[in-house]
C-alpha cells in the first residue's frame, strides 16, 4: 500500500501563489504516476495535473496550463503543484492521487487511480 498526504494549502489573494506537497510513504516503488485533482463545493472532482514518477512527463488540464507547474523529488517520495496567478475558481479541495499502472490517455481519470490522499483546502479571495 501506498499513503499520500498532502500539505501546502491556504488562503490566499487573487494573483497570488502557493505550492502544494504531497508526501509518499509505503510501498512507493509501485507507483507509475502521480497526478493531482480537485474538487470544488457542489462540483465534481476534476482533473487538475499529471506527471510520469520516473520519465517526468506532464499533462495539465487546460484551465491551468502556464500557471501551475507539477514536479516530483523522488529520492524525497514527494510531488508538488505551484500555482501561480491564482484565481477564485481555483478554490477547491486539492487531492494527490498515484496509479500502480499505465494510463495511457486516460490519466485524467479518477478511477484510474489507486492511491488518494485527504485532501488540502485552497481558497483564493477576490
Known amino acids: 500500500q501506498v499513503q499520500l498526504v498532502e500539505s501546502g494549502g491556504g488562503l490566499v489573494q487573487a494573483g497570488g501563489s502557493l505550492r502544494l506537497s504531497c508526501a509518499a510513504s509505503g510501498r512507493t516503488f509501485s507507483i507509475y504516476g502521480m497526478a493531482w485533482f480537485r474538487q470544488a463545493p457542489g462540483k465534481e472532482r476534476e482533473f487538475v495535473a499529471y506527471i510520469n514518477w520516473s520519465a517526468g512527463n506532464t499533462f495539465y488540464t487546460d484551465s491551468v496550463k502556464g500557471r501551475f507547474t507539477i514536479s516530483r523529488d523522488n529520492a524525497k517520495n514527494a510531488v508538488y503543484l505551484k500555482m501561480n496567478s491564482l484565481k477564485p475558481e481555483d478554490t477547491a479541495i486539492y487531492y494527490c492521487?498515484?496509479?500502480?499502472?499505465?494510463?495511457?490517455?486516460?490519466?485524467?481519470?479518477?478511477?484510474?487511480?489507486?492511491?488518494w490522499g485527504q485532501g488540502t483546502q485552497v481558497t483564493v479571495s477576490s
Open positions: 492521487a498515484g496509479s500502480r499502472t499505465y494510463s495511457g490517455t486516460y490519466y485524467y481519470q479518477g478511477s484510474k487511480y489507486n492511491y
